[in-house]
């Protein structure tokens, strides 16, 4: 998709949010001709990561990726998302952690949780240690921006914190659906590594809840208790 189409595919999702049923439905049918075009869903992720497009538009971006991952990102179904539009979206799918707007957080969590779901271990045998890696990272910062007031780069890692650990949660929950043996494999092995990373970091915000909470430290404790 070109630059005109790019502009017309926001145009798109910021009339599905119109309280027009007639300009809503005209939306709707245009996202549905386009779903199966090369590009569109790498069109959709590109959208959704700008936050200079409105929030409306963003939120249906990530929204009808999410849908689209269903219907099409695996090899079977017809119109399948070809392995060229895969690897352009597939590098920056962990690049969102710091989504501050709640709705569009949750349905990226969700997307990228389906999307491993079908990728881990064969196509994306990765995941699990670079999202690890992600919450280990993440983690860290906070630890060292917490001792001070709360101001926007520790509000920034708890945000990150918060989505990571969401979205590890949801991954750990898709991955004990499988059935496939090494798909059950996958998980054995990557169970120490997975627990290994949240157990301290649920120890360590426990403790600083405690500690907030008796210090009177509405704003700290409120904060911590979302990574709890």
């Known amino acids: 998709m070109d630059s005109s189409s790019r502009q017309a595919v926001i145009e798109a999702l910021e009339n599905a949010t119109s309280q027009d049923p007639a300009c809503m439905a005209r939306a709707d049918e245009s996202l549905r001709i386009w779903e199966t075009k090369p590009q569109f869903h790498a069109v959709l992720f590109s959208i ?3 936050r200079t497009q409105s929030m409306p538009a963003r939120l249906m971006a990530i929204i009808t ?7 099409y990102w695996r090899k079977a179904p017809l119109h399948a998302i070809k392995l060229d539009e895969k690897e ?3 590098p920056q799918l962990l690049s969102m952690l710091d989504e501050d707007a709640p709705q569009i957080a949750v349905q990226y969590c969700v997307a990228i949780s389906r999307i491993a779901r079908w990728d881990f271990p064969l ?6 240690e670079e999202l690890a890696s992600h919450v280990r ?5 906070l630890d060292s921006s917490i001792g001070g007031s709360i101001d926007d780069q520790c509000r920034r890692c708890f945000t990150m914190e918060h989505n990571a650990l969401y979205m590890l949660h949801l991954f750990v929950k898709k ?9 059950r494999q996958a998980l054995r092995n990557n169970a120490p590594l997975l627990f290994s990373v949240v157990a301290p970091i649920y120890a360590q915000r426990i403790a600083q809840f ?5 210090a009177g430290d509405s704003a700290r404790s409120q904060e911590l208790l979302k990574s709890i």
Do not use: M, Q, Y
């Open 137 to 141: 990272s993440i983690a860290h910062d």
């Open 210 to 214: 405690n500690e907030a909470l008796h």
């Open 123 to 128: 196509v994306w045998p990765a995941f699990a």
């Open 88 to 90: 352009l979206i597939r």
């Open 65 to 71: 990726f999410k849908n689209g991952i269903d219907k």
């Open 48 to 50: 959704f990561a700008d």
């Open 175 to 183: 991955l004990c659906e499988r059935t496939l043996a090494r798909e």
